[in-house]
């Protein structure tokens, strides 16, 4: 039990779909965070809410979009995805934002994408 | 930008043999500092991290060192047990280029019975 639950753990979307994926934490923190993870490929910040306001936004396509409504909850929408967006995605959080917290990650969604 | 690199893509050790798991940064301004591990299927673990006025952190059975001077942060795991088999990936942190985490690729650690 990490204190950081994603649903669903997989997915698989056809390309003209719409669906959601999930991210809850029970630790009481204030920043909540999207990261996508593909094979051989550091992990990649997409999106960072800090106290529901959303502080980063790192050139994410807009087929993507992120929804915050309280400190506890973060969801990710997904529209018309591409093959190429197939990959781990994975929701974390951090006590705040800024230098010195430390981010604690739940066990992902498996998104694929035909 | 910003780049974390390990050393070795996999590394195998012999059950009970202490591992060595070494990571590169470039940004000199790197403040905080992490390490992961990741189980197949699962997501990262926090195991271990460290802050710049430190250079070396210990933990239960692991170590992690940090140098500075050359850029260069290790994990050292003590009596490696089959348990320990994950990839270990390293992650820091900097003020100047906006408290973003920048991550390490990941060195597959394989502990051999």
């Known amino acids: 039990e990490t204190g950081v639950t994603q649903t669903p753990r997989h997915l698989v979307m056809g390309m003209t779909n719409k669906k959601s994926l999930k991210c809850e934490q029970h630790l009481g923190h204030n920043a909540m965070y999207w990261y996508k993870q593909s094979a051989k490929k550091p992990l990649e910040l997409m999106f960072v809410?800090?106290?529901?306001?959303r502080v980063e936004n790192n050139s994410v396509p807009s087929r993507f979009s992120p929804e915050c409504p309280n400190s506890s909850h973060l969801f990710l929408h997904l529209h018309t995805l591409q093959p190429e967006d197939s990959a781990l995605y994975l929701c974390?959080?951090?006590?705040?934002w800024g230098s010195g917290n430390t981010i604690y990650f739940g066990e992902g969604s498996w998104l694929t994408v035909v | 930008g910003e780049s974390v690199g390990l050393h070795l893509p996999t590394l195998s050790v012999q059950e009970g043999d202490n591992s060595i798991i070494n990571c590169a940064y470039s940004n000199s301004a790197s403040d905080y500092f992490i390490w992961y591990k990741q189980e197949s299927g699962k997501g990262p673990q926090f195991i271990i991290d460290i802050r710049s006025n430190m250079d070396k952190r210990q933990g239960q059975r692991v170590t992690v060192l940090l140098n500075k001077t050359v850029k260069h942060l290790s994990l050292q795991i003590a009596a490696t047990q089959p348990g320990d088999s994950a990839v270990y990936f390293c992650?820091?942190?900097?003020?100047?280029?906006?408290?973003?985490?920048?991550f390490g690729t990941g060195t597959s650690l394989t502990v051999i019975p």
């Open positions: 809410y800090s106290l529901e306001e």
């Open positions: 992650a820091d942190q900097s003020s100047n280029t906006g408290n973003q985490f920048y």
């Open positions: 974390a959080s951090s006590p705040g």
